[in-house]
Structure formats: structure tokens, C-alpha cells
């Protein structure tokens, strides 16, 4: 099946520092997602992005579906960003969508 | 637009005993998915239904495991004859119509089950 790494697995950052997370996958893949799973558990969607550039206030995401990446920007990040961040392709197959995970990227940002 | 709903949130159960989790999806999305999540991993893939056809189960789902989504609405996972190994976070998720960002997933706040 298809593989989905994530990097980097761990991120500690000061407030108020960029980041950027990578997400590789190993097969074309119809769309892909990145959500931020917060301390209590929830999944929290940020971006559906099959190809091209996103921003929503000071995150951004860019996928290049043809070299199988995706980036997610993270600038002047805040305590409340802490938590982890994975990416999801999206592929079909059997009539229906099939959505493989990443690995994650666990991310602390410190005052 | 209410969000995907899952019940019960937490639950403990000693081992053996069977345990059901309910999930109501966001109205009007004929897709439903379950993921199961153990610490330090990604969610992994269960189960999915379109309307009320389960269309593909994934091998961890064992034989204890069983799901349903009668009428095509909400949906149970239900977990017989539990295990230490049965704990873990499980998760729904639904989405809309095929297509465009039709095809994004929404999930719930999860059910987290603790086996003892």
C-alpha cells in the first residue's frame, strides 16, 4: 500500500518562530489533507490541498502532487499550535476513496 | 451544521466484556469511515460505509469486531470479547459527495476505551 512519511517526527519551537513540516508520499494519490490532532484528542482539518498553495492566516500549505510532497508552513507560531500534525492522501480505488495516514509530526512550542 | 458526534467519549471496560461505540455523522454525508489511533501513532483504517453498504473492512478489524450503519444515518462499532489490546482512541469520520473538496473527511472527537 501506500507509505506516508512524515518529517520532522518531533519539532520543539520558540513562540514566535517558522516552521515547516514535510509530508512524502510513495504513489500518486487524488487529494491529500493536513489536520492538527490538539491535546485532547480531536482532528482538527487545516487544509484540503490536492495540488498547489493554501493560506489561512499564518498557516499555509503546498502540495506538488507530481514530486509526491506536501509542505505546511507554520509562521509566528503560538502555544496553542502545539500538538500533532498529520497529513492524509487520498486515493481511489475500489469505486471509493481510501485515506491512508502519516506518520505525524509532533510539535511543542514553548513561551 | 452540527460536527461528526461520537458516544460514549470515554469507556472502561474489563476484559471480556463487549463494548459498543455510536457515531452520527454530519447530516446528509453518505460516507462514514472508523479509524482506530493508539498512542504515538497515526489513525489507522478500520472500516468504510457509503450510505448503509459497508464497502470495505481492513484486516485489524478482527472477528470480534463488527460494524453496522442500518439506514445509511448513524453508524456502531461494536467490540466483542475485549482485550488489553483493544484500547486505543477510536475514531469517525463522514464526508460528502465525491468530488472536488467533497472528498475532504470530517472527525468526530473520538472514543477513547481503556481495557483493564
Known amino acids: 500500500g501506500i507509505q506516508v512519511e512524515q518529517s520532522p517526527p518531533d519539532l520543539i519551537l520558540q513562540e514566535g518562530a517558522n516552521s515547516t513540516l514535510r509530508c512524502n508520499f510513495s504513489?500518486?494519490?487524488?487529494?491529500l489533507q493536513w489536520f492538527h490532532q490538539n491535546p485532547w484528542g480531536q482532528l482538527i482539518n487545516l487544509f484540503y490541498?490536492?495540488?498547489g498553495t493554501k493560506q489561512n492566516g499564518r498557516l499555509s500549505a503546498t502540495t506538488v502532487a507530481t514530486e509526491r510532497y506536501s509542505l505546511l508552513y507554520i509562521s509566528s507560531s503560538q502555544t496553542t499550535d502545539s500538538g500533532v500534525y498529520f497529513c492524509a492522501v487520498g486515493f481511489f480505488s475500489g469505486g471509493y476513496q481510501k485515506v491512508t495516514f502519516g506518520t505525524g509530526t509532533k510539535l511543542q512550542v514553548i513561551p | 451544521d452540527t460536527g461528526v458526534s461520537q458516544d460514549p467519549r470515554h469507556k472502561i471496560t474489563k476484559r471480556g466484556q463487549n463494548v459498543t461505540f455510536r457515531c452520527d455523522p454530519i447530516s446528509e454525508h453518505n460516507r462514514l469511515y472508523w479509524y482506530r489511533q493508539t498512542l504515538g501513532q497515526g489513525p489507522e483504517f478500520l472500516t468504510y460505509?457509503?450510505?448503509?453498504?459497508?464497502?470495505?473492512k481492513s484486516r485489524l478489524l478482527s472477528d470480534r469486531f463488527s460494524a453496522e450503519r442500518p439506514k445509511g444515518s448513524f453508524s456502531t462499532l461494536e467490540i466483542q470479547r475485549t482485550e488489553q489490546g483493544d484500547s486505543a482512541m477510536y475514531l469517525c469520520?463522514?464526508?460528502?459527495?465525491?468530488?472536488?473538496?467533497?472528498?475532504?473527511?470530517?472527525f468526530g472527537e473520538g472514543s477513547w476505551l481503556t481495557v483493564v
Open positions: 460505509f457509503q450510505n448503509e453498504a459497508q464497502l470495505e
Open positions: 469520520a463522514s464526508s460528502p459527495r465525491p468530488g472536488g473538496e467533497g472528498n475532504t473527511i470530517y
Open positions: 504513489d500518486s494519490v487524488n487529494n
Open positions: 490541498i490536492p495540488s
